[in-house]
């Protein structure tokens, strides 16, 4: 009898673990968004190398601001597994300041969701530590990851946004992505 | 509560019952009248033990089974909790692509070798897999061919021996593959992806061995200027394009794209080259654009070899050659007889520029203002325009047209070129900013509605990036609605929609140029606008006879240096096929006799494959005004296994028909990088993984989190009354 019992709690427990681990995800990714409105202040202020929290590998490069849905979110320099749970990431290898073709990517189920409701002619800001630029959305689609390479040209002068897709697929892993592309507003 | 107390029941009872027995054993030795109540006692025992053992078991299995159902259901979140993990610290690559867990290194080195007899170039690109591991292989290699190759050979070397390929359907070709290359059998199939895509597939390539594969094609040579230009494309430009699939129908598969790798991380990727131009003129130049090349006279012609041995295949191969007299190619037709049909080929010769004088006449220019077109395109397209109304004469008229989401023209009527109109214009292309949509069918209407000027020519020059999503019905309009006019396209920017652009340039008796860069504007314009002042020969009609299939359906206009290549396939050998058309404003024909054609020797039926490749390209065009896919999917089929041509519906394949890898031997699939054109300034990077699936996680767990603490609450709360009732 009892081994059942003590079954059924470690399963409760067990599941509740899971429960708090899943819901951590969003709220760490809110919570990191505070800490690194911190950082990017810093940034302003020119420390060359703001790290959001002493042990952190990376520093704040930038905000994206979408305006029309009143969204603000600062940009993590790495497209690493564990800088996509705070914020958006920069997927260029260069400094953002040395690179005119911008691909940001974030995770589709918190920072980039929003990316679901953007429509072609939205405005898109994005702030560097030394300048303010306007994007306009200008084409958006889905991509297969496994057939396409992902094409940085900096000969060109864009912002991409990059997620995966679809939007609500129950797991993680698929090879799809959803590119958002955004060409400078002159 | 019922299932406790019935185990209890039960373990009691089998205790009380071995001591019984034992009694019972004792007292049957003792006394045999005995045995037959005990056995009869034991059977109706053993009746009751299974009916209670069985009813425990049903009351046991759904409590459970819900019990393992939720413990699965953590099992899987557990799962999909390190695979998300695992996922996020992979990084993107198809380094190996192994489907057996084997991994092998294949190197693809290029031999080419090229014929080139008057305006036809016979070309053999030998794909030479090398297998450097010790394990079996298949190689997969996307190359690009001219998108107007005829592609009818395929050749397999294995040791000494070698096997000819065949055109099969294009399923079929891939079942015949794929048979040959589970069985163990040395196989290649070479399909046709995209328009200038092909990718081969060879399977069995053994430990350190090398198998050759050799594809064969024909190909026009292009003559403009005096001089003849061939050019083989060599790798594909990384080029962000915008899809025309998002999303993504399900069950629609697009063709993958090439991957490319710098030089410097990559094996094999050695060109050889050799051309052969079979001639007896004399030629005043050989150039090569991109390589060096060592150049030898022989009897019969030249031979031109690649000087570096190591050259790489990372960038087009460019051939142009100038004959010492400067003789330009004069009309000439040559037919081929295949006992069934005979196939012409006219050559139109191209009028010297000095024998044209240029007319006057009407510019339209409409220019592309939508949001996709802002930044450094609305630049460059305000650059060009700038370029051309520098370039109007000064008897000619002009009007602008602008659009996004509505079309403002700057005159009712065009009018003539004069200081006052042109400064008018250039505050006019000033002020124009990018915004809104793309309304671009009512832009060519109102250009196409103005009123008519007498005696003028009228040509729309259109400069856009083409983003717009209904193609067909744009192309159907330039069709219906263009009248005389001819249509010019300028296509803006990195990634325009160039087939597009380019089909409405075909269909509008124009032509096409891409401006990618602001340095590329005046080059590009230029070159547009040498062929807008000089349309020498328009209007061309040509009387082919009864029952003529010929292609191209709408003959462009001749321009001054470059020739026009028609080709007809006529029920029998041509008496005469007479030629009209406007020249500097007057009416012109010419009459060729069929007697004076050229015959191509018997078997060399190149003229009846360039037909049919002309043939499959007008079937593959008319998809785009609403000729059924199904059936052109057909007629390209039959076409293509009549003509023996690799298509976008049919194969070549070629298969050894001795088995040589025992299957039990494990096959290892390599996705064989093509290289990165040198100096280009982009970087390829991996799709990073972005979705945490924290949403599904958290339903799961709470879901297992509630119905384990309702089972907890439901069976604790009878703990107490079982344990009541068993004691």
Redesign the interface.
Known sequence: ?LR??W???A??F???V??F???W??VKAELAQHLLERAWLRTLAGEPNAKPWPWADTRAVAVLEVPHLGLREVVLEG????N??FGP?L????RLEESSDR?L??????H?NFLKELK??DLLRLRTATEIRDY?V????????????????????RLTL?????FE??????P??WVV?A???? | MSKLSSTRTRSNQSHTRSIRDELEKRAWIQNPKLALRLRNRQADEKRHNISCFESTRRIRSWQDRTLLTIIAVLLLLFVVRTETAIADEQTWGLEMKSDSGVFTELAVNTDIQLDITGLVARVEITQKFTNHGSHWAEGIYRFPLPADAAVDRLRIKVGERLLEGEIQEKEIAKQTYQKARKAGQTATIVEQQRRNQFETRLANIGPGELIEITIGYLQNISYSDFSYHLRLPMTFTPRWEPGHISPPVPGVVTAPVPRLVPAASATGHQLALQARIISTAEFAAIESRYHDVDIRQLENGYTIELLNPDELNDRDFELSWTPALQTQPSTSLTTFNDGESVYAQLMLAPPLADSITPQAREVIFIIDTSGSMEGASLAQAKAALGHALRSLGSDDHFNLLQFNSNTEQLFDQSVPVTQHSIYLAQNFITGLNANGGTEMATALTTALSLPDIPQLMRQVVFITDGAVGNETELLQMVAQDLNNSRMFTVAIGHAPNSWFMRKAAEIGRGSYVHIAKPEEVAEQMNGLWGRIQLPALTDICVEWGDSAEYYPEIIPDLYAGEPLWLLARLPSEPTLIGLCGTLNGMDWTLDINGWDAASSAPGDDNLAKLWARQKIEALEDSLMFGADPELTRLEITGVALDYGLLTRHTSLVAVDKTPRRDTADALARTDIPGLLPPGSSTQLAAYPKTATGWLAQLFLSAFVLLLSSAMLLFSGSRLPMTKHSTT
């Open positions: 009898m059942r019992h079954l059924l709690a399963v409760s067990t599941a509740a899971f429960s681990d899943a819901l995800i969003p497209s690493s597994g564990r996509l749970a990431t997927v260029n290898t260069r691909v990517s974030g995770h589709r189920d918190t980039f072609t002619g306009r200008s084409w958006q689609e889905a991509v297969d990851s496994r057939h396409q390479q992902l094409v940085i040209d900096n000969n060109m002068d990059l997620t995966c897709y679809p697929a129950p797991t993680a892993g698929g799809l992505r592309t060409l400078p507003e002159s």
